[in-house]
């Protein structure tokens, strides 16, 4: 069975991942979000649950046992030491997972949502890069409306992802999100299109036993 071609999505926080993941749904598209894949290997009672309160305490839990995450986020943006443990200790599980998502697909296409791709340099794996673009000032602007931080720490939480450039030279595609829905809507029906196009090229290639080869084009220059 051919493997579906993967659609990288990826942001800064609160740039609109979820709404641009939520229109492609709307279209069909298969959405995995590693946020949730995140959610549920620390899901009440699991071996990493279990692995994360040994490294970080019991103080990361809430009064029902599950993970207290606003908790777990604020210890690991103020401490990059704790961020890299955390990593270490969920992404082997989230891999595992994303994998067999993709695996049990039988769509041409799959959106992988993943926040911190250009962190963890996994772009390659990949088929193609699209990138959801917003200013910073509306970035800040979203995040304490949204999740009511501080301004300072809603601040400390952009500044400890990779940059605005950092993610824009690994897109293959980039959507501004700062038009309206109606516009959005249209350029996702245009992306739609055209990773339809290149998922039958990769079934092709596939099924002529041409070797696996990324459809991404080289990071462009913004």
Same mark, same amino acid.
């Given at each position: 069975?051919?493997?579906?071609?993967?659609? $990288?999505?990826? $942001? $800064?926080?609160?740039?609109?991942?979820?709404?641009?993941?939520?229109?492609?749904?709307?279209?069909?598209?298969?959405?995995?979000?590693?946020?949730?894949?995140?959610?549920?290997?620390?899901?009440?009672?699991?071996?990493?649950?279990?692995?994360?309160?040994?490294?970080?305490?019991?103080?990361?839990? /809430?009064?029902?046992?599950?993970?207290?995450?606003? !908790?777990?986020?604020?210890?690991?943006?103020?401490?990059?030491?704790?961020?890299?443990?955390?990593?270490? %200790?969920?992404?082997?599980?989230?891999?595992?997972?994303? !994998?067999?998502?993709?695996?049990?697909?039988?769509?041409?296409?799959?959106?992988?949502?993943?926040?911190? %791709? +250009?962190?963890?340099?996994?772009?390659?794996?990949?088929?193609?890069?699209?990138?959801?673009?917003?200013?910073?000032?509306?970035?800040?602007?979203?995040? @304490?409306?949204?999740?009511?931080?501080?301004?300072?720490?809603?601040?400390?939480?952009? #500044?400890?992802? #990779?940059?605005?450039?950092?993610?824009? +030279?690994? #897109?293959?595609?980039?959507?501004?999100?700062?038009? /309206?829905?109606? !516009?959005?809507?249209?350029?996702?029906?245009?992306?739609?299109?055209?990773? @339809?196009? %290149?998922?039958?090229?990769?079934?092709?290639?596939?099924?002529?036993?041409?070797?696996?080869?990324?459809?991404?084009?080289?990071?462009?220059?913004?």
């Amino acid at each position: 069975m051919t493997v579906p071609f993967r659609i $990288g999505l990826t $942001g $800064g926080i609160a740039s609109g991942k979820s709404t641009i993941a939520l229109l492609f749904a709307k279209l069909g598209v298969p959405v995995i979000d590693t946020d949730q894949l995140a959610r549920d290997v620390v899901a009440k009672g699991s071996p990493i649950l279990t692995q994360v309160i040994e490294k970080f305490g019991v103080s990361v839990l /809430s009064a029902d046992g599950s993970l207290n995450r606003t !908790e777990l986020r604020r210890r690991i943006f103020e401490d990059p030491q704790q961020r890299t443990m955390l990593e270490q %200790l969920l992404h082997p599980a989230i891999r595992l997972a994303l !994998e067999t998502a993709v695996a049990a697909s039988s769509a041409p296409y799959v959106l992988i949502v993943i926040p911190l %791709l +250009a962190e963890t340099g996994r772009a390659t794996q990949c088929d193609r890069v699209l990138v959801v673009d917003c200013p910073p000032e509306v970035q800040l602007r979203r995040l @304490l409306a949204r999740d009511h931080e501080t301004k300072l720490q809603a601040e400390r939480m952009i #500044a400890a992802q #990779a940059s605005r450039s950092s993610r824009l +030279a690994i #897109a293959d595609d980039v959507l501004q999100n700062t038009e /309206s829905v109606r !516009e959005l809507e249209t350029a996702v029906l245009g992306l739609h299109a055209k990773y @339809l196009d %290149l998922a039958a090229q990769h079934r092709v290639a596939a099924t002529a036993g041409i070797p696996g080869k990324s459809h991404r084009a080289p990071p462009k220059e913004h």
